[in-house]
């Protein structure tokens, strides 16, 4: 067994298809319309779906927003430079809830973004 992916609803897919492929640098790898169900599918990742989990964003047409509630953590993505990734999250206008710098009661460096939906993405600095 593996993970094959994670999904989150997304209020406006344009504005998240740009955050997840161009700020995080993503791949759209599929997307489909459902009309009688009246929702769209868009899947993403960093590699093919046969090989990597990936991330679905489901848009449903009738939906503007959601609530996020208190049972959802974070998608967590490794990076090699976090810094340089954080500034260049900034520069393409995203958002940076926690600066880049060493856990708590650890040494490893996080940072927190987030999506236009309020979704906090986790980045882990994985090299030194």
């Known amino acids: 067994m ?51 989990t990936v991330i679905e964003l489901t848009h449903n ?4 927003s959601y609530d996020i509630g208190t049972g959802y953590g974070h998608i967590a993505l490794g990076v090699d430079d976090i810094y340089a990734t954080c500034d260049r999250i900034k520069l393409l206008g995203g958002k940076v809830t926690r600066e880049p710098g060493a856990m708590k009661h650890g040494t ?13 993405i986790e980045l882990i600095q994985t090299t030194l």
């Open 2 to 52: 593996r993970i094959l992916h994670t999904m989150v609803r997304v209020g406006n897919l344009e504005k998240s298809l740009d955050f997840y492929c161009n700020v995080l640098e993503m791949k759209l790898l599929r997307q489909k319309d459902y009309p009688t169900g009246k929702f769209t599918l868009a899947f993403v990742g960093y590699g093919e779906e046969a090989d990597n």
């Open 61 to 64: 047409w009738d939906t503007d």
């Open 108 to 120: 490893t460096v996080i940072a927190f973004v987030e999506d236009p939906d309020g979704y906090k």
